[in-house]
């Protein structure tokens, strides 16, 4: 099956899901292998303009792993997560989104560094 985008982990993202049970970390990698197969709002959702959520609800907790598309290669399509948390309520906290972001433009600040080193 073809892949819809192809997805990279920040470290927070690792340090997460290591903290996770391990049924639980592995019920959440198995919804994002799903998510990149197939469209469904129900496991990748958009949240802003930026910032997409990987939705996961597994023995009564919602996880979620917050993303962005990095666009910035023509020949790949890339999703980048940030950072994962246990979503309490049914709106994802500004501070969440926020850190998102922060992560986000970090991450293609970065990227934009090393491209111009390697020209």
Known sequence: MNKLFDIIFLDDVFEFLKNLD???SEKILYNI???QIEQDHDLFKKL???IW???TLFQGLQYRLLAFWDKTDAKSTLVVSTHGFIKKRSKVPDNEIQKAKQLRNKY???KQSINKKEK
């Open 108 to 110: 293609l600040k970065d």
């Open 22 to 24: 391990k049924k639980h």
């Open 48 to 50: 802003d303009n930026d």
């Open 53 to 55: 959520e990987f939705r």
């Open 33 to 35: 292998r799903k998510a």
